[in-house]
Structure formats: structure tokens, C-alpha cells
């Protein structure tokens, strides 16, 4: 497309589908414009892989995620259809600024963190490979809350990204699927029917996803809740407005908020009718699909992989064994089998507290045939295995994970070290009945958004040095270790940096009025608040860097930024004192005339999908510093390494395979191993013995006790510090003293730029294998048994 074709493409739109005059155009109006003519140009594309796929019956993959955190998308579609020239000029030419443009656009933040990032990358990834694909989530009128900072402490607001009209989807009120709950079952022999007494409608909306050259696209279809019966006329006329209004308020309840949590049972009726509303809709999509290509159900596994991410869809095998056995008359215990060959499930989470469970009163009264079929299958499951102790409704509930477990063909965890302890903690009976079930799929990220569209400068230096071959195959990034060795070279990468961090520098200047000297070292913690991630070790060590400083101000100390990013779940205090302390040691540490030269903290609010793409190409250094043992996989990890930020972290979840790839010399290593943690957590007084052996934890503690950073209340972070004095389950004590020593080998490898950058360089080379490009062909050859498609053409340049 020519920049003049995109630019009458632009008017149109503003003109026949905003009904605005350029003279009057606002932001929004051009952005949705330029969008909408975008969009046209995937539309083609996206029509003729569906046709493919029915024409070729192509075997399909459903994702199942009950989060997408897919935020900005102009940005992502102008780069994939090649469009980045002619949007440009266009723009030039109709003198409006592109990087505003950009700037309007919600962030659409459908998820809480990595598990709904995700489930967006492997979104991309599909679509890239041109695998015939579709997710299935939830339209959330408020996704995760906007946070913000009021006397530091962290204030949430409900984010509005629907508060304008959402430019990429289509709405199908035509694709509305009824949704019951409670009610009666009435059993006609093994079967049942069930007859619901309540009952509201799945309206589907549908974004296109468009891979890499526009050469395919797939679905992301949301649903969105609505009343079955709505308004009550009768009872408005009679003047009850409110009631009038009532049963549609309560249908739509059930899309309006994200959950603000992806660790902790939240126990509320309405996140399990969530869970339902959304897989129920989901599988009779996917069902109604598959008749109306096949008449045999039992083709269902070689037509359909349905892939649950984590537990929030685990009805889906009861559901789906419902609706075989009892819908379509099939015998139970082959609609298990059926059931199991098409659904597989990703296991999330080695936190105990974290595996979702139901207690079996409100999953009987909310999905009373559901229950009786949970029996069934722990029944079939009993008989199968010859055991009697595992079973998915146990001690009054329904353990979400084992339901998970026993109606898929395939379970999955997300990095190497984390599959393994599956293997010996969380799924230890169910792997030992079932020794081929658990697989792994180390997660990974989308090259295209993680690099060439959020780190512009470093793509065009790798690109200009390989060719953009690596875009489509990451592995390719180790074609640049040749030029790693070349001076000159190394010059242009360190340039790039620091030239991404003289941008993030102005942007901390302008929105928080926080200078910061881009040749310090940006250290980045960004990632949801939590103990188990332990910002709080990193916290600690800060204050003991700054108490040092202050002790000997004139020492020539190695300058850092300390950026903190980060949402606290709103009912979790501990995390938002965390959050509060990182804001109350900014305020004090930032003005202190003998420190902060050296040393800032700075912690910019609301960290989302547009924040991350802003702080990770600036970072000089990754914090992984979680327990190890806790950490599932982490994606932050990953594309901080794939943009050259070196990490200190420990082993824990992918930190392992990231330090394998890019080699042991170029990743700062500390702390427990996952089985010292289980072995140190055993003997008693592990942390005051770690505190009475580092006078520099013990100062630093004693710190924020005294109340320096918080002189009005000098208890505020009573909680925190008696927790890490007695009780310290997280280990931060217990790890500081090497995690302290690790900070000093980074201050060290800094004085040496050369070697830093070729490091930095080295991360990027060997950071190709997490591209999620290799997770979705891992998933594609293990655990979906199906092929890519063969391609559209490339959207030209
Ligand atoms: N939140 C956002 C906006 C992200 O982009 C990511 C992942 O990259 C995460 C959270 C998860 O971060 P981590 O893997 O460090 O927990």
C-alpha cells in the first residue's frame, strides 16, 4: 500500500465511518481512522486463512485463557502488515503526529501479568506460523485496575478501556450462545437433563490477530455477558425503575471485572460463574464449528486441541463430557475418552495456596449435573488406575488442578525446573499413576512486539547486521555473536542502549520529575508485587547500598536507577506496603544531597503492556530474584534478556534455561537452589541467624524500623519487618547476603563498558530460543499433534 493510498484511506474513514471533518478531527479521531484503514488491509488476509482452514479441514487449536493482556495493537498490526512506511508518510503528509497517535490508544489489559501476556504472545506466535487457531477469553468491561500513587500508598481505579470505541474488533450478536446456571437435573438413566434456573447469553466479539508479513490471521474472540430476557417494561411502567434494570445489570455483571488476582483462590460465586460462563461458551462454539464440518464426533480429537491455560477453564472437560454424553447420546466413558484426547491443560503454579478449589455446596447448586459428572469421572478414573486416593472432588471440595489433570491428555509446565517439581510436589500421585502425562513447554515471547517494534534502534542494528531472517526465526540472533567480537560494532549496540535510556531518562524527567543520569546503571524490577517475586530483598539491599554511600559518600560509587514497576492485588497488604516502601525510600533516598548522585529509586505507576515496552529496552539489568522453587517460568526475564539487560536472579523457573543459553559468565548468579529453600525453610531460626550474621541486613532492617522513610508513622512497615525477623517463609534473609555480594559483582562489571556491552550483546545473541515462535511448535508437535498451514503471501513493504 502506497503512503497516498493509506492517507485516502485515513480521510475516508475519518469522513464515512467517524463522520468527522478534518478540520475538526481530534486525536481520537485520526487514531481510530488510521486504525480502521489498518485493519482493512488484515481483513482480506484474515477471511483467506479461514477459508483455508475449512477448505484444507485443518485440524484446529482452541486457547482457553480466562486472560488476555493483549494491550496496544495499532502499533503491533502496522509492524506485521509491513506498514510502518506508508503509515508514516501518510501521517507526514496529513501533518499529524504518529507517536501521539500511538500514545491514545488504550492499553487493553485483559490479564493480571505473565499468564495472560502469555496467552497474547502465543496469540501472535500462531499467527505467525500460520497454525489454524482461535482464543477464547472474556471481554472484561474493566480489566485490571489502574494504580496510582497517593502519599506513595497505592490508590486502584477501575481502568475504562471500553470508554471508547474499541477500533479492532467486530461484534457477532449473531454468535450468541445461551449460558445457564443452578436449577435441576433430571436423570433419564445414565444420562441427565439439566434444566438451569438462571440462564443469560455469551454475545461473541471478535479481534483479528495478524502474524508476521500478514501472512495469516486468527481469532481472538471475547465474550461478553448479556441478559436473556431484557428490560421489564411492565415493571418500568409501574415507575420500579430500578427494578426494571435489575436482571440486566446482574447478566451483565458477569463481564465487567477482571479478577485482580492470578495466585489465590478468590472464593467468590462470581469468578467460578466466570470460569463457567466462559468455557460453556466457548466449548458449544468450538462444537458447533466442528458439526458443521464433521458428523462424527468422534473425530473430535483429530480436529480439535483445546488447550486450558492454568485452571480457570478446567470445567471444560465435564463440560464437554456433558455435552457428549447426555446431548449426543455418546456412551460415558467414551466421551471421557474423547473428552481427554482434545483438551489439554498448562499447570501455572507450584504455590500450594494457588491450586483453585471449589467448595462442592456452590459448585452443586451453580452446576449441579457438572458435579455429578466430577463423580463420574473420579470414578472412571479410580477404576482405571486401580487407586482410590486421587480424585478431583476430595475433603468437600473440587480441586481444580486434579480435574485439570485427569481429563487431559497432556499437562504441561511452563519451564524445565518447573515441570520437574511438578513432578515431585504439586502432582506427585497423579504423575506417578500417570507417568507420561507431564510435559514441558518453557514459555517464551513474541520477538515482534519484545524487540523490533519496542526497541527499534536494536532491531535496525541486528537487521542491518543479519538481515531480518530473525524476526520469523529467533534462533537467528546468534548470527550477530560474530559481530559481537567487532569493536566497532559493540560500539553501535552500546549506543543503542544508551540512547533507549536517555529516552526512558527524558520520560522520568517529564511524568515524575525525577532526574536520573542515563549512565547509571538502570537496575528493573518490573512484575506484579509479590513475596514470593521479593522486591522487598531487593528493597533491603538498596537501603544497605544507600546507608553504605552515606557512611563514605566520596568512595566513587558505580551510579544506579532503580526502577520498581509493579501492581500490588488490591485485599494483599503486605505487597502494597512493599509498594509503599519502595515510594517512601524514593522520597527520602532522591533528596538526599549525599546520596543521590549515586543512587535513585524510581517507580513509575501503573506498570501495564505499554510500560514494559517503554522500561525493558532501557534496562541494564534484570532482577529475577524470586524463591527458588516459586517462580514458575516468568516472561519479563526473557525479554529483558532478548533486549540485552543482564540478570541477577537465582535458580528459579526459566532464570535456569536463560542461564544455560547465554552462559554462566554473562548472568549474575545468587542465592538458594529450590531444594536448599526446602531444606534452610526446616531449621528453625533461619532468619534471625542470617540477620545476626550480616551487620548490613541487620542495619538495613533496623532502618525501617526506626522510621527514617516513614517519619510520620515510624510503625508503617511493623508487618514487614517482624515477618522477615521471625517467620521469613520467602527467604529474603536468608538469601541476602549473596544476593548483596551478586549487586557488587554487577557495580564491578559495569567500570568495564567494553565487556558490559559485549555481555549485554551476548544475551541478546542467545536469546532467541525464547521466542514463542519455539514454545508454539513444542506445544504444536507435543501436545496438539498438528501442522502449520501453507501461507498466504507476504504484505509487501
Ligand atoms: N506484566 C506485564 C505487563 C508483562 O509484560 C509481563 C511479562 O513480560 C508480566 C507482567 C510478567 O512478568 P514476570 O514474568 O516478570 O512475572
Sequence with gaps: MTASEMKNAILHHLVYTLGKDAAHAKTYDWRMALSFAVRDQIVDRWFEATRRTYAEHRKRVYYLSLEFLIGRLLKDA????????????????????????????????????????????????????????????????????????????????????????HA????????????????????????????????????????????????????????????????????????????????????????????????????????????????????????????????????????????????????????????????????????????????????????????????????????????????????????????????????????????????????????????????????????????????????????????????????????????????????????????????AWLDRYAAAKKA??????????????????????????????????????????TIAHWQEIRDNPNAGWVPRVKIFGGKAFPNYIYAKDMVRLANDMARVMNSDPLTSRYLKVVFPPNYNVSLAERLIPAADLSEQISTAGKEASGTGNMKLTLNGALTIGTLDGANVEIRELVGAENFFLFGMTAEEVMARRAEAGHAARAIAEDHRLARALEAIRSGIFSPDEPGRYHSITENLSHHDYFMVCSDFTDYWRAQREVDTAFTDPKDWARKAALNTARAGWFSSDRTIRGYMKDIWHTDAAPQVADAAE
Excluded at 508514516?88 to 499529524?96: G, P, S, T
Aim: with cysteine; aromatic share 8%; net charge negative.
Design 78 to 165: 502496522v509492524i506485521n502488515m509491513r506498514l510502518e512506511e506508508a503509515v508514516q508518510d501518510a501521517l507526514d503528509a496529513l501533518k499529524i503526529d504518529w507517536h501521539e497517535l500511538l500514545e491514545d490508544e488504550p492499553d487493553a489489559a485483559l490479564g493480571n501479568g505473565g499468564l495472560g501476556r502469555l496467552a497474547a504472545c502465543f496469540m501472535e506466535s500462531q499467527a505467525t506460523l500460520g497454525l489454524p487457531a482461535m482464543g477464547y477469553g472474556i471481554r472484561y468491561e474493566h480489566g485490571l485496575f489502574r494504580q496510582s500513587f497517593e502519599d506513595g500508598r497505592q490508590v486502584e481505579e477501575p481502568e475504562d478501556w471500553l470508554s471508547q470505541t
Design 168 to 487: 479492532w474488533e467486530f461484534v457477532r450478536p449473531e454468535v450468541a450462545i445461551d449460558i445457564g446456571f443452578g436449577g435441576h437435573v433430571q436423570e433419564i438413566g445414565s444420562r441427565a437433563n439439566w434444566y438451569p434456573s438462571e440462564m443469560l447469553i455469551a454475545m461473541a466479539h471478535d479481534t483479528p490477530v495478524i502474524g508476521w508479513k500478514g501472512r495469516w490471521g486468527n481469532t481472538l474472540r471475547l465474550w461478553e455477558s448479556r441478559p436473556m430476557h431484557g428490560f421489564d417494561l411492565a415493571r418500568f411502567n409501574r415507575g420500579d425503575y430500578a427494578a426494571a434494570a435489575e436482571p440486566e445489570a446482574l447478566a451483565r455483571t458477569l463481564s465487567r471485572v477482571l479478577y485482580p488476582d492470578d495466585h489465590t483462590e478468590q472464593g467468590k460465586e462470581l469468578r467460578l460463574k466466570q470460569e463457567f460462563f466462559h468455557t460453556a461458551a466457548s466449548i458449544r462454539d468450538i462444537i458447533r464449528r466442528f458439526e458443521s464440518e464433521y458428523d462424527d464426533l468422534k473425530l473430535l480429537p483429530k480436529k480439535a486441541a483445546i488447550q486450558i491455560n492454568d485452571t480457570h477453564p478446567a470445567i471444560a472437560g465435564p463440560e464437554l463430557v456433558r455435552i457428549l454424553h447426555d446431548e449426543r447420546g455418546m456412551d460415558f466413558e467414551e466421551a471421557v475418552g474423547i473428552a481427554r484426547n482434545t483438551i489439554s491443560y498448562t499447570n501455572h503454579t507450584l504455590l500450594p495456596e494457588a491450586l483453585e478449589t471449589w467448595g462442592e455446596a456452590r459448585m452443586g447448586r451453580l452446576l449441579p449435573r457438572h458435579m455429578q459428572l466430577i463423580d463420574r469421572i473420579d470414578d472412571l478414573h479410580r477404576r482405571e488406575t486401580g487407586t482410590g486416593h486421587v480424585n478431583a472432588h476430595q475433603d468437600g471440595k473440587v480441586h481444580m488442578g486434579t480435574l485439570g489433570f485427569i481429563m487431559a491428555h497432556k499437562v504441561n509446565g511452563v519451564a524445565a525446573l518447573h515441570t520437574e517439581l511438578q513432578k515431585t510436589t504439586v502432582f506427585k500421585d497423579l504423575h506417578e499413576l500417570h507417568p507420561d502425562r507431564i510435559v514441558n513447554q518453557t514459555n517464551g515471547v513474541t520477538p515482534r512486539r519484545w524487540l523490533l517494534s519496542c526497541n527499534p534502534r536494536l532491531a535496525s542494528l541486528i537487521t542491518e547486521g543479519i538481515g531480518d531472517g530473525w524476526v520469523d526465526h529467533a534462533e537467528d540472533l546468534e548470527k550477530i555473536e560474530p559481530l559481537v567480537a567487532d569493536p
Design 500 to 541: 533507549n535510556k536517555v529516552d526512558l531518562s527524558n520520560w522520568i524527567a517529564e511524568t515524575m520529575e525525577i532526574g536520573v543520569d542515563p549512565d547509571a546503571i538502570f537496575d528493573i524490577q518490573v512484575k506484579r508485587i509479590h513475596e514470593y517475586k521479593r522486591q522487598h530483598l531487593n528493597l533491603l539491599e
